[in-house]
């Protein structure tokens, strides 16, 4: 058996996951040297098929330049290919291996932030073309509720992370105040403006570290220094170096993060960080059901600036053990799961049981 992976981009979030998969099985990586939302490959590979993008329809449908539709996919491989019904060839891929008689998966989101439309609808009934699915998280896979579903709770290289932990040199939380830290591009999803008006109100004390940037990063300097917050922002820029980016976590307390949460929640769980995000389902991303609300963080009330407020002030209130114990529990959710070794021995499950 030889298995194939089609991706739009291979980030390197996902060079832990991939590099494990490549010890496993004979495999291909088919992706492109930057997506159509401009995300790079990074990952270095002789497995890997590289093409030079994507072909454009109004911006709209998308092609994946130079993938192989027919010659290396045969009977008795597996080939798993983004779900995304924007890219054309990945769906009349689907179609030509099912009539072919190979066996596919279709691995992208059950949902995402805000996708309760007719396209979702789209998107769902087009897994059926798949013989099994492969979903972000369990909640999404329960969702679904099809048949051959199968999830990967959606994680990061926590080996990695620990190592950074181990090796750096922080100060230790609460030697310099208490620290709210916002991780993650500075966009409309993420809602930082929203974050800073609510640290307007909160005590002088609490302070924000931000890692992220985005173009117009000005704009939101411009709004901190006139809501007299100069000296309680600090702009960490986009770091990339997980070492770097472990001197500031380990100085905050808490992540907090006013929009549709994703990925950063389960980076930040990797810290011991407990989390504030806002309470709404439908508007995060999939990685949100790691999230237990009074127990790995707090949630408030979606677009409700004085439930953030409070809920800030209530963890910034907590007594030691209490706060350790909702520390703990972020950890735990990340030992349990969430990270690339479960993800790992998640995808292998999925591939033994097709294979059968």
């Not at 496993?24 to 159509?36: G, L, Q, R, V």
């Amino acid at each position: 058996m030889k298995l194939h992976i089609i991706q739009p981009a291979i980030p390197k979030y996902r060079i832990p996951f991939f590099n494990n998969l490549e010890k496993k099985y004979d495999i291909n990586f088919y992706t492109t040297e930057t997506d159509f939302l401009g995300v790079k490959t990074v990952y270095e590979s002789n497995k890997l098929v590289l093409s030079k993008g994507f072909k454009s329809f109004f911006n709209k449908i998308f092609w994946h330049k130079g993938l192989p539709l027919n010659s290396p996919y045969r009977k008795g491989d597996i080939v798993v290919i983004n779900g995304n019904p924007r890219v054309l060839n990945y769906m009349l891929l689907f179609i030509f291996l099912r009539l072919k008689g190979v066996k596919t998966v279709w691995w992208g989101h059950g949902w995402t932030a805000g996708s309760y439309s007719r396209a979702a609808a789209l998107r769902i009934y087009l897994m059926r073309l798949a013989t099994a699915i492969l979903v972000y998280t369990d909640k999404e896979c329960m969702s679904l509720a099809q048949y051959q579903c199968y999830a990967l709770n959606n994680g990061l290289d926590s080996h990695a992370i620990k190592n950074c932990i181990d090796k750096a040199d922080a100060p230790q939380r609460g030697s310099s105040g208490f620290n709210l830290v916002f991780v993650g591009r500075i966009t409309k999803k993420s809602n930082f403006e929203f974050l800073l008006h609510a640290l307007s109100q909160v005590e002088n004390s609490i302070n924000l570290n931000v890692i992220g940037s985005c173009e117009n990063i000005e704009y939101y300097k411009g709004i901190a220094f006139k809501l007299g917050l100069k000296d309680r922002v600090i702009w960490h820029g986009a770091l990339f170096d997980e070492c770097e980016i472990a001197q500031v976590m380990l100085s905050s307390h808490v992540f907090v993060y006013p929009g549709a949460v994703g990925l950063s929640l389960i980076h930040a769980f990797n810290y011991g960080l407990p989390a504030i995000i806002h309470s709404d389902s439908k508007y995060h991303m999939p990685e949100f059901s790691a999230f237990r609300n009074n127990i790995n963080g707090y949630c408030f009330d979606k677009g409700n600036i004085n439930d953030l407020v409070s809920k800030i002030n209530l963890i910034f209130n907590l007594d030691e053990k209490n706060y350790m114990k909702m520390s703990n529990s972020a950890m735990l959710t990340i030992s349990q799961s969430f990270n690339t070794s479960d993800m790992f021995n998640r995808f292998v499950g999925m591939i033994e049981d097709l294979k059968s």
